[in-house]
């Protein structure tokens, strides 16, 4: 049998096969954080579509952590009853479903939560153009409680897993890079002192109702950025990570200002420069082709990085994130031993029904050709989808679905 399809453990919770749904951005959720009858249909087609766990968007953990407008919440306990129905839908089809929890900090804008983003440090964003306030010392210890309150109703909402976002340039990231966290308190300056948001907030996690479940971290391997966070330094955050127990780590690579990092593969320029302003075009029209030489596409692009990592973690199951495309590769990986889980994301925005098609003994790679239409195309709300065949327009294609809460 094909390593892909073999079972495999995260703590007690059994996965069918290797294959994961890596976090997907949906922008299927209502303004006030409810995810939609639209949301439930795309997680009921992906669960029979054979995903060994499927792992949702982000999930914002308070109001003013969310990135964009049609995000879900998990912020308030009037998000129990939507989120359970959406688990639900996925275990009603038989799959698994973790929760992905967040906060933005600075990668989020003021129109969209309403507010000035906080961040370790007020450093300008050079892709959003936005510069945060300095959080203070009493919203980091609220924002740490609002992670563990969070993952406690994601417990009571049924869900089977959580998955903390450490990683894509959010806040837990902007703590752990010396480029956006210059603060000369103890959550500054030393690589210890900037990885304690992290390691607390797991601790508030762990301590309260959301501690029953496995917990995931999804990190970065490396920024990729000028005094980004390193290779060398998430290795050693990945023991603090081991030694404080956590079930899986999630490598992935990125921030939103090294954005082509994070789902590599064709960059649709005209695209992104229409969503820009002024100086920020200018400066695009400049790193754009950089991004392109620097990043350009291979299957599994961050394997060696978490090979690098898997040396100083020897006791914690590891998955590897981007670039996932063909069995025979996967299959490859996997046998090597080192990486037991392989996650997607844009495969299973093109074909939801991924798993069973190479279950079935159809083994030709995903028909996803990262084009990037579909990453691009978040940041303007609308619903994610695969955009080849049906290209985007200017319409808004939440009036062709079903946006009443679930
Ligand atoms: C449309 C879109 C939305 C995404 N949303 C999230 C997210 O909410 N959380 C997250 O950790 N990663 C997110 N990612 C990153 C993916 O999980 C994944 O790490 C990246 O796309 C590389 O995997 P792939 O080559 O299989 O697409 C998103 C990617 C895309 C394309
Ligand atoms: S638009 Fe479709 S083909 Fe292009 S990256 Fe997204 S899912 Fe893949």
């Known amino acids: 049998m094909s390593k892909i399809f073999e079972p495999f453990s995260i703590a007690d919770l059994e996965l069918p096969n290797r294959i994961v749904r890596s976090a997907t951005v949906e922008n299927r959720s209502t303004e006030k954080g409810e995810p939609t009858v639209a949301m439930g ?53 038989g799959g698994l479903i973790a929760i992905q929890l967040y906060h933005a900090g600075r990668q989020t804008r003021p129109e969209v939560i309403g507010e000035d983003p906080v961040a370790p440090s007020p450093v300008k964003d050079t ?50 890079s010396r480029r956006t966290n210059q603060r000369s308190d103890e959550w500054g300056g030393s690589l210890e ?15 309260g109702g959301g501690g029953k ?35 899986a780590i999630e490598v992935t690579g990125g921030t939103f200002e090294s954005a082509l990092d994070i789902a ?4 649709p320029k005209k695209k992104i420069l229409k969503q820009l302003h002024g100086a920020q075009k200018v400066m695009a029209r400049i790193v754009l082709p950089l991004m392109r030489r620097r990043f350009a596409f291979k299957e599994a692009y961050f394997l060696e990085n978490a090979l690098a990592i898997k040396r100083h973690v020897p006791n914690t199951p590891m998955i590897l994130a ?28 093109r074909e939801p029904n991924l798993v ?10 995903a028909t996803c050709i990262s084009c990037n239409q579909c990453f691009v195309a978040i940041a303007t709300d609308k619903p994610v989808r695969c955009f080849i065949e049906n290209p985007c327009s200017e319409a808004n294609d939440r009036s062709n679905m079903n946006t009443s809460p679930i």
Not at 217 to 243: A, M, Q, Y
Request: with cysteine; aromatic share 6%; proline share 4%.
């Open 264 to 267: 590599r593969g064709q960059i």
């Open 41 to 93: 249909e795309m997680y009921g087609a992906l669960a029979s579509g054979g995903a060994g766990l499927i792992i949702t968007g982000g999930c914002y953990v308070q109001r003013h952590g969310r990135s964009l407008r049609y995000l879900t919440g998990v912020h308030s306990d009037k998000m129990i009853g939507p989120l359970s129905r959406l688990v639900d839908k996925v275990h009603e089809a």
């Open 127 to 176: 892709m959003t153009w936005v510069t945060p306030r300095a959080i203070s010392q009493r919203e980091i210890e609220e924002t740490i409680e609002s992670f563990g309150e969070a993952a406690e109703r994601a417990a009571k909402a049924g869900f089977d897993a959580i998955e903390l976002l450490a990683g894509h340039g959010y806040l837990i990231n902007q703590f752990l």
């Open 193 to 207: 002192n900037r990885a304690r948001f992290l390691l607390k907030t797991i601790s508030s996690i762990r301590s």
């Open 322 to 349: 981007g670039g996932n495309r063909n069995p025979k590769h996967m299959d490859e990986i996997l046998s090597g031993g080192d990486i037991d889980l392989l996650s997607l994301s844009r495969p299973f925005i």
């Open 213 to 247: 479940l496995p917990l995931l971290v999804k990190i970065n391997s490396e920024d990729h950025l000028p005094r980004g966070f390193t290779l060398e330094e998430s290795c050693r955050v990945c023991e603090w990570l081991e030694e404080a127990r956590v079930d």
């Open 356 to 365: 069973k098609r190479w279950q079935s003994g159809d083994r030709r790679p």
